[in-house]
C-alpha cells in the first residue's frame, strides 16, 4: 500500500495553531466523510488505541498514517469526552506494503503495533518533524522478517501482544502453532524465544482443524499465571506453557517470594516423590532467573523490584500443559473443548484476572462465549530429557532459545487438594457459564468475534462481532465470592447489548473497526467505537449498579451481597413470560372468495379447524399455562403470606418498644429542662452579686498590697524575732545586774563613760520597739478590716446558695 497525501482535515502548516476542544464524536477526524474499504473480509479489525491516560490513536487506513488526539475525560462535565482538534497525524518512514487490522500500545505509551496477517511492523511514537507540513515522521521497523516461517504466504500471523511485564517485548503466535517472544530492543528480527507446539493427538485422533491454533494470551498478576502462556486450539482446547519470562523484564518481588515460599511448603516438604522434584526443578529455576531472590529470603533485603535473568533448563523443555479438562458436579473431568451448546469453531480467547480469580473466554463463530474459571493453580512442568536448542553470544552469554513443547496425557484429580499440588497435572476448568448472544445465524459462515476486557471493571467483558458491540457483567466467581464471604448460590451474568448494527434481525456484514474502553480515576467509564464509514460513537457507561453491592445485618453480624438469595427473598409469582402475555397470533392469509366459503363446506370447515388450532395453540396452551403455575406456586405464596404476617408481628412488638421507650424518654428529657431551667436562674444570681461587679484595683492600688503582702510574709516576721531577741538579752542584763554586788566606783571616767552609752543604747532600743509596735498596730489594723470586708461580701452569697 502506498503512502497518500493527507486529506482535507490533516493539520494546518502552522504549528502554533490553537487547539479547539471538542466532543470527540464531533471531532474532525470522524465528521469528514471518507470513501471506506474493506478488503479483508470477515478478518476482525480494531484500528483504535488508547494509552491508560489521556491519548487516544487512529489508524487511517485510507491515508495509511496514524492520528494521535488528546482526551480530557470527565471535563467539564463528569460524562463527557473532549478531544483535542486538530489531531496530530504520525507517519511511518517507511512505506507499508500490507494492510493493518490491529493496533495495539505498549505499557508505557512509546510504541505502537501495527498488525496485519502476514506481516506486522512497530512504529515509536516520536520522531521529526516532516519537511513539507507538521506531520511526524515516526521511526517504523519490521517484526520477525527474518524468521524462516514469518512473511510466508502459507503461516499468518494469528495473534500478536504486548508481554504485560515488559515494554519491549512483543508475542506473537502464528499459524504453525508456534508462539515466540521477541525483543525489540535487542533484535527485532529474530526471536528471543521460540516455543514450537504440539498438542495431544497430533496425527491420530484428531484431524488438523482440531490442531489449528486460534489465539493466546499472557497470564495476570496471580502466582505462576504471570509465568504462563494460555494458547486456544479451533476445537475450543486449551493449553498452557509455564514458565515463560522474557529476558530483562521487571517482577514484583513480593509476588516472587509468595512462589518461592509456596515451592517450599507444598512441594518440597511433600512426601509425594513427583511433587518433590517438580518443586525443587522449580526452585532451582526461579533461583536462576532471579538470583537476588535467595538474599531477599536470607539477608532481607529490601527490594520492590526483580530483574530476570536469561536462564533455561539445558536438559529438559516445558510441558504443553493440556488440553485443560472441564470439571462437572461429580469431580471427573467430563468434557474437553467444545460445549454442546457452542456452535461452529472457537474463533477467539481472552485471558482475564479478577481479584483471586483466572477467567479464560473463549469465543464460538456462532455467537457463543463459553466463560471457565481455573479450579486450581497453574504450576511449571518441565520434560526431562528433551534439551532446548540455544543461542549463546560471544561470552556464552544466552541470547535465545527454541524448544518443542509436548502435550502429556493426564487426567484431571478427583478432588482438589493441597496433596494433588505439584504433581505435574494440568489446572482442571470450571465452567462458570456459556452466553449466547443470539446473533442471526449464517449459513455460510460463521461471526469473528473479538473479546476486551474493561479497564475499570474487570469482571465485565465486551464481546465486538458484526452485530454491534455486548456488555457482559460476571456476577459471582468462584474464589472471589468465597474470600468476600459471599453466598455460593451462583448468579447468572448479566448481557446487555452496547451497541447494534443489525437491521431487523438479520445477518449484517462488519460494519465497526475500532473499540476501546475508556476510564478515569473518578470511576466512570466509556465505550468508544469507530464505524467503516468514519462515525464516532461514545457511550458511557455504568459501573456502580452492576455489581452486587455489599450490605451489613447489624443483627447478625456478617455481610450478604444484596440480590442473593435467603429465606425471606420474594420470589416471583408467576413469570415474565406469562406476565407478557399470549404471544401474537398470526392469522393466515386468505383470499377474497373465502369470505363466500359456507361454515359447513369442506373448506370452510377446514379453515375453521386451522384457526381453531391456532386460537387452541396460543391463548388454551397459555391458560393451561398460567393455570399450573399458579397451582405451582400457590405452597410459596402461603409461605410468602406466612412470613409476611411473622415479619407484620414483629414489626408491631419493635413499635410497642419504641413507644414505651418514648414515653421513658420524654420524662428525662422534661427532668433535664428543668434541671438546666434551675441552673440558669442561679447562674443570673450568681451574676447579680456585688463581688462581681467590683471594679479592679488600680495599678498603685496593686503595688500598695503587693508590698503590704511582702511585709506580711518577711519584713514583719523578722521584726517579731528581732524585738523577742532584743528583750531577751534586756532581762538577762537586768537579772546580772540584781545578782552582782554594787560596787561604786568613783573618779574612774571609765565607767561613768560605760553607764551613758549603755543609758542611750537603751533609750535608743525602747523607741526602735516602740515605733516598732506602732508598725504592728497598724498593719494588724489593716489586715483586720480587710478580713472583715471580705467576710461581709461573701456573707450574702451564702445566704442565697
Not at 512462589?259 to 518440597?268: K, P, Q, R
Not at 546580772?736 to 551613758?756: L, V
Amino acid at each position: 500500500m502506498r503512502m497518500t497525501v493527507e486529506p482535507s482535515y490533516s493539520p494546518s502548516t502552522t504549528p502554533k495553531e490553537e487547539l479547539e476542544w471538542l466532543p470527540l464524536p464531533n471531532h474532525p477526524l470522524f465528521t469528514t466523510t471518507t470513501a471506506s474499504h474493506d478488503a479483508t473480509g470477515n478478518v476482525s479489525r480494531n484500528l483504535l488505541a488508547w494509552d491508560g491516560a489521556n491519548r487516544l490513536y487512529f489508524w487511517d487506513s485510507h491515508n495509511n498514517c496514524l492520528h494521535r488526539l488528546s482526551l480530557r475525560l470527565g471535563d467539564p462535565d463528569p460524562t463527557s469526552v473532549l478531544a483535542a482538534s486538530p489531531s496530530k497525524v504520525l507517519q511511518t518512514d517507511v512505506v507499508l506494503d500490507f494492510d493493518v487490522h490491529k493496533i495495539s500500545i505498549n505499557r508505557n505509551g512509546t510504541a505502537i503495533l501495527l498488525f496485519g496477517s502476514e506481516r506486522l511492523c512497530v512504529m515509536y511514537l516520536y520522531g521529526r518533524t516532516s519537511k513539507k507540513d507538521v506531520n511526524l515522521i515516526c521511526r517504523t521497523i519490521a517484526v520477525g522478517s527474518q524468521t524462516d516461517s514469518l512473511g510466508n504466504n502459507d503461516i499468518r500471523v494469528l495473534e500478536a501482544s504486548w508481554h504485560p511485564y515488559s515494554d519491549t517485548h512483543l508475542g506473537i503466535l502464528s499459524s504453525d502453532s508456534v508462539f515466540r517472544l521477541f525483543n525489540l530492543a535487542v533484535d527485532p528480527l529474530q526471536p528471543e524465544q521460540e516455543y514450537y507446539l504440539q498438542p495431544a493427538g497430533h496425527g491420530r485422533s484428531r484431524n488438523a482443524s482440531s490442531l489449528c491454533p486460534v489465539g493466546f494470551s499472557f497470564g495476570g498478576d496471580h502466582l505462576w499465571d504471570r509465568f504462563s502462556v494460555f494458547v486456544a486450539f479451533s476445537d475450543g482446547s486449551i493449553y498452557v506453557i509455564c514458565p515463560v519470562v522474557p529476558f530483562g523484564s521487571l517482577f514484583k518481588c513480593e509476588s516472587l517470594l509468595d512462589i518461592y515460599n509456596d515451592a517450599h511448603t507444598f512441594g518440597l516438604m511433600s512426601a509425594n516423590s513427583v511433587a518433590a522434584s517438580n518443586s525443587k526443578l522449580a526452585i532451582s529455576w526461579l533461583e536462576a532467573t532471579f538470583p537476588e531472590l535467595q538474599n531477599q529470603e536470607t539477608e532481607g533485603d529490601n527490594l520492590s523490584l526483580l530483574r530476570s535473568h536469561a536462564y533455561v533448563v539445558f536438559d529438559a523443555s516445558l510441558v504443553l500443559q493440556g488440553p485443560l479438562q472441564r470439571v462437572g458436579q461429580s469431580g471427573n473431568g467430563d468434557s474437553v473443548g467444545r460445549s454442546a451448546e457452542c456452535e461452529g469453531r472457537a474463533v477467539s480467547f481472552l485471558y482475564n484476572s479478577v481479584s483471586k480469580d483466572s477467567i479464560l473466554v473463549t469465543a464460538w463463530s456462532g455467537g457463543q462465549l463459553q466463560i471457565d474459571a481455573l479450579a486450581d493453580e497453574i504450576q511449571p512442568v518441565w520434560s526431562i530429557g528433551s534439551p532446548p536448542r540455544l543461542r549463546l553470544g560471544s561470552h556464552d552469554e544466552i541470547l535465545g532459545l527454541a524448544m518443542i513443547c509436548e502435550s502429556t496425557a493426564s487426567s484431571p484429580p478427583e478432588k482438589l487438594d493441597h496433596n494433588n499440588a505439584w504433581l505435574g497435572n494440568p489446572s482442571p476448568l470450571l465452567r462458570l457459564v456459556i452466553v449466547d448472544l443470539a446473533l442471526p445465524r449464517r449459513a455460510e459462515r460463521g461471526y469473528n468475534i473479538s473479546l476486551f476486557i474493561d479497564t475499570l471493571m474487570p469482571e465485565r467483558i465486551y464481546s465486538l462481532h458484526d452485530g454491534g458491540i455486548d456488555s457482559i457483567v460476571l456476577h459471582c466467581l468462584p474464589f472471589t465470592s468465597q474470600a468476600n464471604g459471599k453466598d455460593d448460590t451462583m448468579r447468572t451474568p448479566s448481557v446487555h447489548p452496547v451497541l447494534n448494527t443489525c437491521q431487523s434481525g438479520s445477518a449484517s456484514e462488519p460494519s465497526l473497526c475500532g473499540f476501546v474502553s475508556l476510564s478515569d480515576s473518578f470511576g466512570y467509564s466509556w465505550s468508544v467505537a469507530v464505524t467503516l464509514s468514519r462515525e464516532c460513537v461514545v457511550l458511557e457507561m455504568k459501573t456502580w449498579n452492576l455489581l452486587p453491592q455489599l450490605s451489613i445485618d447489624m443483627e447478625k453480624k456478617h455481610i450478604q451481597s444484596v440480590g442473593q438469595s435467603n429465606e425471606r427473598d420474594i420470589q416471583p409469582i408467576i413469570s415474565k413470560e406469562l406476565l407478557s402475555g399470549p404471544k401474537e397470533v398470526l392469522v393466515p392469509w386468505a383470499s377474497q372468495s373465502l369470505r363466500s366459503v359456507a361454515a359447513d363446506s369442506i373448506e370452510g370447515r377446514s379453515t375453521l379447524h386451522q384457526y381453531f388450532k391456532l386460537f387452541h395453540e396460543t391463548y388454551v396452551e397459555y391458560a393451561h399455562k398460567v393455570h399450573l403455575e399458579l397451582k405451582h406456586h400457590a405452597p410459596q405464596l402461603k409461605k410468602i403470606i406466612n412470613d409476611q404476617r411473622s415479619r407484620l408481628g414483629d414489626a408491631q412488638q419493635k413499635l410497642l418498644k419504641v413507644e414505651d421507650k418514648e414515653n421513658k424518654l420524654q420524662k428525662r428529657i422534661d427532668r433535664a429542662i428543668q434541671m438546666h431551667n434551675s441552673l440558669e436562674e442561679r447562674l443570673q444570681h450568681l451574676r447579680n452579686l456585688p463581688g462581681a461587679h467590683k471594679k479592679p484595683l488600680s495599678r498603685a492600688e496593686r503595688q500598695f498590697k503587693s508590698e503590704l503582702d511582702h511585709f506580711k510574709e518577711v519584713e514583719l516576721d523578722a521584726l517579731h524575732s528581732s524585738v523577742e531577741a532584743v528583750s531577751a538579752r534586756l532581762r538577762r542584763h537586768m537579772q546580772a545586774s540584781k545578782a552582782s554586788p554594787q560596787k561604786k566606783i568613783s573618779g574612774k571616767k571609765a565607767g561613768d563613760d560605760q553607764i551613758s552609752i549603755l543609758k542611750s543604747s537603751l533609750e535608743k532600743l525602747s523607741l526602735v520597739n516602740t515605733e516598732n509596735s506602732k508598725k504592728v498596730k497598724i498593719v494588724e489594723s489593716t489586715l483586720s478590716n480587710k478580713e472583715r470586708n471580705s467576710g461581709e461580701s461573701s456573707l450574702p452569697m451564702l445566704k442565697n446558695c
